[in-house]
């Protein structure tokens, strides 16, 4: 049965007086009343939501309107909380990742993991009889070793690419057995460094998504390459290329789905990159340990971005506070976010970095334990776009 827009309005004004009665729909009638509750208030675009039941709809119309519920739930609940606090900061971490995304299991999670990336750091550092110091003073000296450096010209800039080239045909042959298959136009990527122009106009580093009909790319800022050592590039491939960025998001642009789901699982595209990296360490890929060393770099940046998100706005740490934590683990700001300005825009933006820090890490509990199982599990979750949390199992 088709639902009316005349009926799901009705549906609505009645919802506080009387049970609801749910109503078979198809894509047609999810999209239509999706777009139609975009625009309203959550408590409007909940009754307006209420009478549809899946019926025929495909996977993607469900994945949308579940979101959409869970969004704008959310969002009416942020309505009535404090103006600051511990509820409010969880809210609206939950609102990006998902109703599972309780703050004691953030904290927990991004605790562990700070430990375990520290623990595996120290022990990498003591393999290669680095001075016993802190981990964020040795990856300040590793990262001034003129053996990582590439020169400051055009030709250490194309050994760089051709670095990155590297690892990304490295990655191809393992593609398979750890994401399922990919879409043809997934693969047909490329790297390539920023232009003279490009670097004229202040352009940073960006991606070209690939499609049937092109080659995607990514175009990588080497500006200051004498910030990015070679060992912190492979991270890099396997986050914004394979199985990162161009894994995800030429498939998300296929399956195009509803605005609602892509604002209410905002963290999924930056925890898949970071996830990516995961995957990519687990099967061995950095398994030379300065490539180690920047792959847990990246790591750190990304779970100490989270407990500033969470010292700054919910335990009333300064920001001086925060930043000295992270410079205590990570020593070297990574070549985008110096220090200082990107614990600005944490203190601007709450809950954004906690929820991409702590994305990648409920993938991993959310997988099934044998990896036999991992190509279908990542296959589904990258098929129809961007997921919340909950809907990950």
Request: proline share 6%.
């Amino acid at each position: 049965m088709r639902v009316s827009r005349r009926h799901l309005l009705a549906g609505a004004g009645a919802l506080a007086l009387a049970p609801v009665q749910a109503n078979a729909a198809n894509d047609a009638d999810v999209r239509h009343a999706l777009d139609e509750a975009a625009a309203l208030p959550p408590d409007r675009a909940l009754a307006l939501l209420a009478p549809l039941a899946g019926g025929s709809a495909s996977l993607g119309s469900e994945l949308d309107l579940q979101a959409a519920r869970a969004g704008l739930r959310i969002d009416l609940a942020l309505a009535h909380a404090p103006a600051t606090g511990s509820r409010r900061f969880e809210l609206q971490v939950q609102r990006i990742t998902g109703n599972d995304a309780e703050l004691k299991r953030v904290e927990r999670d991004l605790h562990a993991a700070h430990r375990a990336l520290l623990a595996r750091a120290t022990a990498a550092f003591d393999g290669l009889g680095f001075p016993e110091t802190s981990v964020g003073t040795r990856f300040e000296r590793l990262w001034r070793d003129p053996r990582y450096l590439f020169p400051d010209d055009a030709d250490g800039r194309a050994a760089a690419v051709d670095a990155m080239r590297a690892t990304l045909a490295a990655i191809q042959p393992r593609l398979s057995r750890l994401v399922g298959a990919l879409p043809p136009e997934c693969r047909n990527v490329e790297i390539r460094a920023l232009t003279a122009e490009e670097i004229a106009a202040g352009k940073g580093g960006y991606r070209i998504l690939p499609n049937a009909a092109s080659r995607g790319a990514y175009v990588v800022d080497l500006k200051e390459i004498r910030r990015r050592p070679s060992f912190s590039l492979p991270s890099v491939v396997a986050h914004e290329l394979l199985p990162g960025h161009m894994a995800q998001l030429p498939q998300e642009a296929r399956a195009q789905p509803h605005p609602l789901r892509l604002r209410y699982a905002t963290a999924f595209t930056e925890g898949w990159g970071s996830y990516a990296e995961m995957l990519m360490a687990e099967d061995g890929l950095f398994a030379e340990p300065h490539a180690l060393l920047g792959h847990l770099h990246w790591m750190l940046f990304r779970i100490c971005r989270g407990f500033a998100d969470i010292a700054l706005h919910v335990r009333g740490a300064s920001i001086d506070q925060a930043l000295a934590e992270m410079q205590a683990a990570m020593g070297e700001p990574v070549y985008f976010a110096p220090f200082a300005t990107d614990m600005a825009r944490i203190a601007q933006e709450p809950a954004i970095r906690a929820a991409e820090a702590w994305l990648p890490l409920r993938l991993r509990t959310l997988r099934p334990r044998d990896r036999r199982g991992w190509p279908r599990f990542h296959g589904a979750l990258l098929r129809t776009g961007r997921r919340r949390t909950e809907q990950c199992r």
